[in-house]
């Protein structure tokens, strides 16, 4: 959990200032919402899992709450952009639901996050339970909004129950699956205690690399399943190595 508010000092520090930050924000959010995209089996079935969720609910959560409206209008900028490049011919109120969706998620997730989760520095299962409590809760509510603009643009075989499980379920996998990363990658912690200092800048690169692969495999085709690599547990156990 966020530890004692030093977040956000160390990543101003690591970027020389909060203009570098949120650069640095949009550059990384516009390509976790494109690669998102590519999770989706078809434009009109949610995504089986939304990365930018991630990143969104982490910065969020870190940075200075003055901070959040320039934070959300960055997001909304880059979930339009995003729709506009991927659904032609682009649905203005489709695309600006999907970024309320988006948004709304990530605000409910980090303010339930900030108010209940033990901002202790001791790691304890009761803090891992209520983080996976409220990031749950911000995406399924904010998935609603997202879920009636993809029913109104689409003429979809799914009922409205279904894909908000889906859209729901892809937003909650992508702050499970990012948000840990980003946490002990921006940790000050992490330059404090040599065990957690990075060992070297080509494991970073190999294993994000290996990240990209193992996403390919596990998500690409689910079709058919031809080797035991495309199981989820491979994504867990590579994310597991890159946060600890």
């Known amino acids: 959990?966020?530890?004692?508010?030093?977040?956000?000092?160390?990543?101003?520090?690591?970027?020389?200032?909060?203009?570098?930050?949120?650069?640095?924000?949009?550059?990384i959010y516009s390509a976790?919402?494109?690669?998102?995209?590519?999770?989706?089996?078809?434009?009109?079935?949610?995504?089986?899992?939304?990365?930018?969720?991630?990143?969104?609910?982490?910065?969020?959560?870190?940075?200075?709450?003055?901070?959040?409206p320039v934070l959300l209008l960055v997001q909304v900028a880059a979930d339009l952009a995003a729709t506009a490049l991927f659904i032609q011919p682009?649905?203005?109120?489709?695309?600006?639901l999907y970024a309320v969706s988006n948004g709304l998620g990530g605000v409910i997730g980090a303010e339930l996050a900030r108010r209940y989760v033990s901002p202790g520095i001791e790691f304890r299962t009761a803090r891992s339970l209520q983080m996976l409590a409220a990031t749950a809760i911000g995406s399924l509510a904010g998935a609603l909004p997202g879920v009636?603009?993809?029913?109104?643009?689409?003429?979809?075989?799914?009922?409205?129950?279904t894909q908000l499980e889906i859209w729901s379920a892809g937003n909650w996998l992508g702050v499970v699956a990012v948000v840990p990363v980003l946490n002990s990658w921006f940790a000050p912690l992490r330059y404090t205690r040599s065990e957690l200092v990075l060992?070297?800048?080509?494991?970073?690169?190999?294993?994000?690399?290996?990240?990209?692969?193992?996403?390919?495999?596990?998500?690409?085709?689910?079709?058919?399943?031809?080797?035991?690599?495309?199981?989820?547990?491979?994504?867990?156990?590579?994310?597991?190595?890159?946060?600890?």
Not at 55 to 66: G, K, N, Q, T, Y
Not at 90 to 96: E, H, Q, R
């Open 32 to 68: 976790m919402t494109a690669l998102g995209y590519h999770y989706k089996p078809d434009l009109s079935v949610p995504a089986v899992m939304w990365p930018a969720a991630g990143v969104l609910f982490s910065a969020l959560w870190m940075c200075e709450r003055r901070l959040w």
């Open 90 to 96: 682009f649905p203005a109120d489709t695309a600006l």
């Open 1 to 27: 959990a966020r530890i004692d508010g030093s977040h956000w000092g160390f990543i101003l520090g690591l970027f020389g200032g909060p203009r570098r930050a949120l650069l640095a924000f949009a550059a």
């Open 199 to 244: 060992r070297s800048r080509a494991e970073l690169v190999a294993l994000v690399l290996l990240l990209v692969v193992a996403t390919a495999l596990v998500f690409g085709d689910s079709s058919r399943t031809t080797t035991i690599l495309q199981v989820p547990f491979t994504l867990a156990a590579i994310m597991l190595y890159a946060a600890y």
């Open 148 to 161: 009636w603009a993809n029913q109104r643009q689409f003429d979809s075989t799914l009922g409205f129950v």
